[in-house]
């Protein structure tokens, strides 16, 4: 490209942002609501820790937030993801199909159920898994005998689909719901950054037997740090409680304990703060989605730069905006962030591949020239509901 100048993509940016001296943050929580009064209640009476009304009101008020019946606490989205997984039958040695292009937490809750992550491509619309190419590559190397589909290069159980929304964007579930029935894959729904995310009509996290939220301080509500389990399923909803909670039999006092379970469960505190958070999520979704249509705005006609908005079939949360760079400007990615970052706003590289990381270097995988291209050329940029709130 002749003439290009990575300034000119800030200066556009700078057009839709507040003029702040101080940095821009990617994504600050927002706390507006009755954060102090619900976590005052649990400094008051004592209630901060595992047990407390809290915890069982903010299962209730997720569930009927996504309208998916049963949603379980846990401390963090990393732990509910390796609850999901246990609860889907994952054990050692199985395989389980997941993007490359994802967060860590994604790939380190499979190595948890000493699994192994099986990792492949991503489609540049849903920034998810792609299921056309998911489908060539499993008719070329799966086969299913007695109700269990193989790899039949490693001869391992392939077990279940973890696929990720990324930054809000639904993946194609349909699609992939239609591949893992044809080939007895459980599927499951990192959802993460996709609370207030819809396919279709529907909250994600119902078409997946399980799926899982985090609630991290970065994300589109937080709890300080947590997560929940969802499912539709009545008989795993209560697994997944009895798993997160150390396996307690309940007993006014035995101590009985019937598997090893865990220690994963949310306390009071900062469900207390979730439900806060949750009261004023259908504002936030709101001010994200005005932001995101700024961006679109501004980057609409640029030839070099495309905003990427929400699949067509979907309503996305705009957890994370993101910009796609085109192949002839991939070279300046570096630039810019450097550029923006020392100008106040602060902008981040999607993450590096999974498969890149030196921990899972040789684990399966399909060939991804998508998801390699993806990694070079998508940036995020500032998302916080605060900036749909302040600007008309
Ligand atoms: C945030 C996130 C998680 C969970 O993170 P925690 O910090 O453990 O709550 C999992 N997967 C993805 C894709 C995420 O973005």
């Known amino acids: 490209m002749n003439h290009f ?50 915890v069982s009101r903010f299962e209730q008020d997720l569930a009927a937030f996504t309208e998916i019946p049963y949603a379980v606490a846990t401390v963090n989205g990393t732990a509910a993801l390796h609850i999901a997984l246990l609860l889907a039958g994952v054990t050692a040695n199985d ?14 809750a499979i190595a948890y159920c000493h699994a192994i992550p099986h990792f492949v491509e991503s489609e540049e619309r849903t920034l998810g898994v792609s299921p ?17 589909c193989y790899n039949r290069l490693s001869q391992r159980p392939i077990k279940a689909l973890l ?6 964007h639904p993946v194609d579930l349909d699609a ?72 307690k039999v309940p007993h006014p006092w035995l101590f009985t304990h019937d598997e090893v379970g865990y220690n994963y469960r949310l306390p009071n505190i900062n469900a207390a703060l979730g439900c806060a958070q949750l009261e004023q999520l259908p504002k936030f979704l709101a001010a994200k989605r005005q932001v995101a249509l700024r961006y679109q705005a501004a980057f609409a006609a640029s030839h070099t730069v495309k905003f990427i908005a929400e699949p067509s079939e979907s309503k996305s949360n705009y957890w994370l905006n993101a ?9 300046y990615r570096d630039e810019l962030l450097r550029l923006s970052n020392e100008q106040g706003i602060m902008t981040r590289p999607i993450w590096t591949l999974q498969h890149k990381l030196a921990m899972y270097q040789s684990c399966p995988r399909m060939r991804m ?15 916080s509901p605060i900036l749909g709130f302040t600007q008309a």
């Open 5 to 54: 100048d990575p300034q000119s993509i800030i200066d556009q940016l700078r057009g839709v942002l507040p003029q702040q001296t101080q940095m821009i943050a990617l994504h600050e929580p927002y706390f507006g609501g009755n954060e102090w009064l619900y976590v005052k209640e649990c400094l008051d009476t004592g209630w901060v820790s595992s047990v407390g009304k809290f």
């Open 95 to 108: 395989e389980v199909l997941t993007p490359s292009l994802t967060f860590i937490a994604t790939t380190n």
């Open 132 to 148: 056309s190419a998911l489908a060539d590559y499993l008719q070329e190397i799966a086969e299913v005998k007695n109700g269990v």
């Open 163 to 168: 696929v990720m929304h990324t930054f809000g």
């Open 176 to 247: 992939l719901a239609e591949l893992c029935a044809r080939y007895h894959l459980v599927l499951i729904e990192d959802a993460a950054e996709a609370l207030g995310s819809y396919y279709k009509g529907k909250h994600v996290g119902s078409v997946g037997r399980l799926a899982t939220l985090s609630f991290n301080g970065n994300k589109t509500i937080t709890t300080g740090g947590g997560g929940a389990i969802l499912t539709c399923d009545p008989k795993l909803a209560p697994q997944a409680k009895h798993l997160t909670t150390t396996a």
């Open 323 to 331: 910009l796609l760079l085109a192949p002839e400007i991939a070279q």
């Open 369 to 383: 020239p998508i998801a390699e291209s993806l990694e070079a050329r998508v940036l995020n940029i500032p998302s």
